[in-house]
């Protein structure tokens, strides 16, 4: 696949072709046959994300789960019979694109049934597509020897652009494809000797399509109507351009019609205006600190979204390397040939480094400008990254033809070795295949999405929740779906109702809120709304309790559980200023039979106030070796287990390697924290929005893995208090489905 000698064409200006690389451009021998090498490259991306998927571990399986199981949503109604007009299940006004990917892994829902794998096939393939579209416009262009640079970079790719690349997200990781056949149609159009009426269609349609598709393609839309401009100074207006913009007109035509009928929804992203978000105020910021600057951010998660730990922190200095150093390289050799020989005319036509170069700085200033900072904004840098990166490093070899055979040995070991050693983490060998029998959607975030997509920005209100609710979700969608599937859903109706309810309102406001709660879902509903008291309140403990009085007079079970819900996420809630000595010794007035949560709720605000200060499990271990004798008898055990609670939540987050020092805590403390971490354990296996086919058994193995059989017996035994207080919560069974009736 590779070739290690060769010039690379560029443009010798005065020409009004773009440059094509000659037949012998990739090096002193004949070239490998095309089609050879780009099958070769397409069968090792192919294999290596399958064998991605078959091992990768349940907690990495992608880098925005709650979008990508919606899209696998979407697929399923389209297989199984829409309920909902097909534009309803966009994940978002503005992301068109997943209807798209919807569509797609539909099809390979019908293939392989409603898997997590067959829900991962159609972003590979879209992936793949991009591969060989890149591929073709490099070989031309740029050379065969480039093009096979290229595509082992594309192989090799960081685990950033891994994830990604096997995400069905239908957004910025996607439009890669987009950007790709602009590339391979704006070069080829500008390089007929005839002009034709196909190309310049083809790429309007392109650009037209990507632009709904991910707002981000507008960028490529940018660097190729300026490279076009650049080529035909003064001639822009010929008659190419205006079937440019008939196609344009028609790819871009569903969204135009889709906003007519949304009154342009499509504009506002989040809470704002897409021109909201852009700003000077963002370049200052980013000025006064240099790390939050869009080229320093990037770099810094450039294999992994985060830089939290220092193997994370060295993996992306590795990766930030390994394509700057080429391309630094290339340039210094390029100023010292360009001092030291004559130099020609400058180049008269596009190149595709000048489109790549075009395209990056492009992209720098739009997110320097902007508050659009997450990891998936810089994905479709990656491609013209690696295309400089493998021009760079030809032209590396041919200004030093004595180090050709180095150069290129050192670099393709890096690639492997980097790739193959930053991808292992990743992988695990415990439940090999966890793909193929996961399933691929879930209700739990159908919901939501239809809500903030009929809402103004996103915003609901109670009246629209309870009109929705009712229809067409407890009127249509549920009586049709699965047991699995109506649980998913009553899950996260229950959670909206209990989020909206009237505190300390009229009873028949709270009754209608109440009457539309799923069968079977009455303690979840109790529970959450407490939660609901806690938001309304915060800090201010007493008057959460007092804002679910009046469900006392409806039911002493239903009251309790509020109260419950209250002491469970009030910690959570509350500002972390006062210490644990000052709590302990002005505790508030509690009814005798909530005791115990509510001092579990003051061990979690103790564990907060210790472990978000210094995350060191030995100085909270001193911590508690001076506070828990000083209390109570009666109460250290309820103070252990909030404390438990919080390890669950900052270890399991961060690396579950750690909770095996728990054991090292005093043996008198061990059985309380341990069963406080059970408790955090049955509550997130509880009210995940993942209720997978053996999900619980996996988050068990996971949050249990390095325990004695003595802590398991306690983890244990917390997970059982928890899950005690919504036994027969599911009692009355659910309508079953029409299918079944």
Not at 27 to 42: R, V
Not at 383 to 403: H, N
Not at 623 to 634: A, E, I, K, T
Request: proline share 7%; net charge positive; aromatic share 14%.
């Amino acid at each position: 696949m590779m070739v290690s000698s060769g010039n690379v064409p560029v443009s010798t200006g005065g020409a009004r072709r773009v440059p094509v690389a000659p037949p012998n451009a990739t090096g002193d021998g004949p070239p490998l046959a095309i089609t050879g090498s780009l099958s070769g490259f397409l069968l090792l991306f192919v294999a290596s994300r399958l064998l991605y998927l078959v091992l990768i571990d349940p907690s990495h399986l992608s880098p925005d789960l709650d979008d990508e199981l919606h899209v696998g949503t979407m697929a399923h109604e389209l297989v199984t019979g829409p309920t909902l007009p097909f534009t309803e299940y966009r994940v978002s006004n503005w992301m068109l694109g997943t209807l798209v990917m919807g569509t797609l892994a539909a099809g390979f829902f019908l293939l392989f049934g409603p898997t997590l794998f067959a829900l991962k096939l159609a972003p590979l393939l879209v992936s793949t597509l991009t591969l060989v579209f890149w591929y073709r416009t490099i070989q031309r262009y740029a050379g065969e020897r480039v093009a096979g640079y290229f595509g082992l970079l594309f192989c090799f790719s960081p685990p950033l652009l891994t994830a990604y690349s096997v995400a069905a997200l239908g957004d910025h990781s996607q439009s890669i494809v987009f950007s790709a056949l602009t590339v391979f149609l704006l070069f080829r159009m500008l390089s007929e000797e005839k002009p034709s009426r196909a190309y310049p269609v083809l790429l309007g349609l392109t650009a037209g399509f990507g632009l709904w598709f991910a707002y981000i393609y507008g960028l490529t839309l940018l660097a190729t109507l300026g490279c076009w401009l650049w080529r035909d100074k003064g001639k822009f207006w010929r008659p190419r351009a205006l079937w440019f913009a008939l196609g344009f007109v028609i790819g871009f035509s569903p969204w135009i019609l889709f906003n007519m009928q949304t009154h342009f929804a499509g504009l506002v992203i989040y809470d704002k205006t897409v021109w909201e978000h852009f700003g000077r105020a963002h370049l200052w910021d980013g000025l006064a600190h240099p790390r939050s600057l869009a080229p320093v951010e990037f770099l810094r998660t450039i294999a992994f979204d985060d830089d939290w730990t220092l193997y994370r922190r060295a993996v992306n200095l590795l990766y930030s390397l390994l394509y700057l150093v080429p391309i630094v390289t290339a340039g210094i050799l390029h100023l010292k040939t360009v001092q030291s020989e004559p130099t020609g005319p400058s180049p008269t036509e596009p190149t595709l480094v000048a489109f790549g170069m075009l395209y990056l700085v492009a992209l720098t200033l739009a997110v320097q400008f902007s508050d659009f900072r997450y990891a998936r904004y810089y994905v479709p840098t990656y491609p013209f990254l690696f295309f400089l990166t493998a021009y760079s490093l030809a032209r590396c070899q041919d200004l030093l033809p004595r180090a050709r055979g180095k150069i290129q040995t050192v670099f393709l070991a890096s690639v492997v070795v980097l790739g193959l050693g930053t991808h292992a983490p990743l992988l695990s060998l415990d439940q090999p295949g966890y793909v193929f029998s996961a399933k691929g959607y879930t209700y739990a975030f159908l919901p939501e999405r239809y809500l903030e997509n009929h809402a103004l920005a996103g915003k609901y209100d109670r009246e629209l929740l309870l009109e929705v609710v009712q229809r067409p979700f407890l009127s249509s969608i549920l009586p049709k779906l699965s047991a699995d599937d109506q649980g998913e859903l009553s899950r996260a109706l229950t959670r909206m109702l209990a989020r909206k309810a009237p505190l300390n309102g009229q009873a028949e406001d709270f009754a209608r809120t109440e009457r539309l709660v799923p069968p079977g879902f009455d303690k979840h509903f109790y529970y959450r709304l407490g939660r609901t008291a806690v938001r309304w309140h915060r800090s201010e403990l007493p008057k959460a309790v007092a804002a679910v009085e009046f469900v006392r007079h409806r039911s002493a079970t239903a009251h309790h559980l509020a109260l419950i819900g209250i002491y469970r996420a009030w910690p959570w809630f509350a500002a972390v200023d006062s210490s644990p000595e000052a709590l302990v010794t002005a505790p508030s007035p509690v009814a005798p039979e909530m005791q115990a949560h509510y001092w579990r709720a003051l061990g979690l605000l103790a564990g907060r106030y210790w472990y978000e200060k210094d995350q060191s499990l030995s100085r909270l271990n001193a911590h508690l070796q001076v506070f828990v004798p000083r209390l109570d008898s009666s109460v250290q055990r309820f103070v252990l287990q909030g404390v438990g609670q919080v390890l669950f939540t900052y270890l399991s987050a961060d690396n579950w390697a750690l909770t095996a020092e728990l054991e090292r805590f005093p043996p008198a403390y061990q059985e309380g924290l341990l069963e406080g971490w059970g408790m955090a354990l049955g509550e997130d296996a509880l009210f995940s929005p993942y209720p997978w086919e053996g999900h619980e058994k996996l988050l068990w193995r996971a949050a249990t893995k390095g325990f004695t059989a003595r802590s398991l017996v306690s983890i244990q035994q917390g997970k059982a208090q928890f899950e005690a207080l919504f036994k027969g919560a599911a009692a009355r069974a659910l309508e079953p489905p029409l299918n079944e009736r």
